[in-house]
């Protein structure tokens, strides 16, 4: 069964009723960290729970692009909102197999620091029920998932993934 999501922009992540943020370094430039978040391709081997990820629409990827994602048991409908190479990339789910939010952003957001790369990870929705008995421990799961996420992009990076 499918559920659809309103479509939002990228000024959701400061209006929506429910914000979630988590920051984490990468030690690898903001091109090699902008190259391996844009590639969904990459993404089961470093993002956790990711089976599958493909771009639906053709290339030239950017802005209005779909994306589809298998997370664990669950399937996402994505269209890309920011492709603003090197800085950010942010996509709003417009359909899923899970009814966690009414609305649904996600946004990657890239800048320098002393060790390379600095990402901030921002989700932003408007939650259904599920999502709502969840909000207790939203903020504790979604800073050990980035933290997962980001340890194991470094590793991935490290490895010469984009070489």
């Avoid at 729970?49 to 629409?57: H, K, L, W």
Wanted: aromatic share 12%; charged share 20%.
């Amino acid at each position: 069964m499918w559920f659809d999501l309103r479509k939002e922009g990228g000024d959701f992540v400061v209006v929506a009723p429910v914000v979630q943020a988590a920051v984490a370094e990468v030690a690898a430039p903001r091109a090699s960290v902008f190259t391996v978040l844009a590639d969904p391709r990459t993404w089961p081997a470093w993002f956790p729970g990711v089976r599958s990820a493909t771009y639906a629409s053709p290339p030239p990827y950017g802005v209005g692009t779909i994306r589809e994602a298998h997370v664990g048991s669950t399937h996402w409908v994505e269209e890309i909102i920011a492709w603003d190479h090197d800085a950010r990339w942010a996509y709003t789910v417009v359909r899923s197999t899970v009814p966690f939010a009414r609305a649904q952003v996600e946004s990657f957001e890239l800048t320098d620091s002393a060790r390379g790369t600095r990402v901030r990870w921002t989700l932003a929705l408007e939650p259904r029920l599920l999502a709502r008995l969840g909000a207790p421990f939203a903020p504790r799961v979604i800073t050990h998932l980035f933290d997962r996420a980001m340890k194991n992009l470094d590793a991935y990076l490290r490895d010469g993934a984009t070489r």
